[in-house]
């Protein structure tokens, strides 16, 4: 499985578009790229998934460039309730999933 | 759609116990289902692959006679932490995808608060 690099740590404030890069390097050709959220003590929230390209749904969208080797999730205008740990995975659909650290999430008012 | 519930939210128990923890797919199917623990400040970490009808496929490092999992159907999974140790002490998550569609996204449970005195 390919192993994923996020920030530690990013801040924001409320009502800013927040970026978050993950670096997966060693990618394959059947993996997709998904990214969840997770707040203290609750299941990881499935946010968003793709393969290539660009992807929107009504939370966040998610930029893949040609080569794949790494991911930009959007959060555009994000909130206080946006404060939390997001993930990114990179694997074959319907497979086992394997999460890296993470990245904490601040947002300030 | 595509809830997964846990049962129990917290459970406390003593040293040398069996606790069972359930899993449940509420509304779709799911032939494979996945376990995971998390410690404070920590990420997940996969425990084990659960597959309805046949045995469990444990990750490097996990002691699959001491966490004992059954798929007994396309709806239920369970994870028994057996003889548990304070060090057993965690919070266990687990996840399901759906069966036959496209997406392939999982769905995670609330998970389960274990405390072990």
């Known amino acids: 499985l390919a192993k994923t690099t996020q920030p530690i740590s990013m801040d924001s404030y409320e009502g800013q578009e927040v970026n978050i890069t993950c670096s997966h390097n060693?990618?394959?050709?059947?993996?997709?790229i998904t990214w969840y959220q997770q707040f203290p003590s609750q299941g990881p929230r499935f946010i968003i998934q793709g393969y290539k390209t660009k992807v929107t749904n009504e939370v966040a969208s998610l930029f893949i460039p040609a080569d794949r080797k790494s991911s930009t999730l959007s959060l555009p205008r994000v909130s206080l309730s946006d404060t939390a740990v997001y993930y990114c995975l990179v694997g074959p659909k319907g497979g086992k999933l394997i999460f890296g650290q993470g990245t904490e999430l601040s947002v300030k008012p | 759609g595509a809830v997964v519930s846990q049962h129990p939210s917290w459970v406390i128990c003593k040293s040398g116990t069996s606790v069972k923890i359930e899993c449940r797919s509420l509304d779709f199917q799911a032939t494979t289902m996945f376990w995971y623990r998390q410690f404070p400040k920590q990420s997940l970490m996969l425990m084990a692959t659960?597959?309805?009808?046949?045995?469990?496929?444990?990750e490097q490092g996990v002691e699959k006679d001491k966490f004992l999992i059954n798929h007994a159907s396309l709806t239920l999974s369970t994870l028994t932490v057996t003889s548990a140790h304070p060090e057993d002490s965690s919070f266990y998550i687990c996840?399901?995808?759906?069966?036959?569609?496209?997406?392939?996204?999982?769905?995670f449970g609330p998970g389960t608060r274990l405390t072990v005195t």
């Open positions: 659960s597959n309805e009808g046949s045995k469990a496929t444990y």
């Open positions: 996840s399901a995808g759906r069966d036959g569609l496209a997406g392939g996204e999982q769905y």
């Open positions: 060693n990618i394959a050709t059947n993996d997709y």
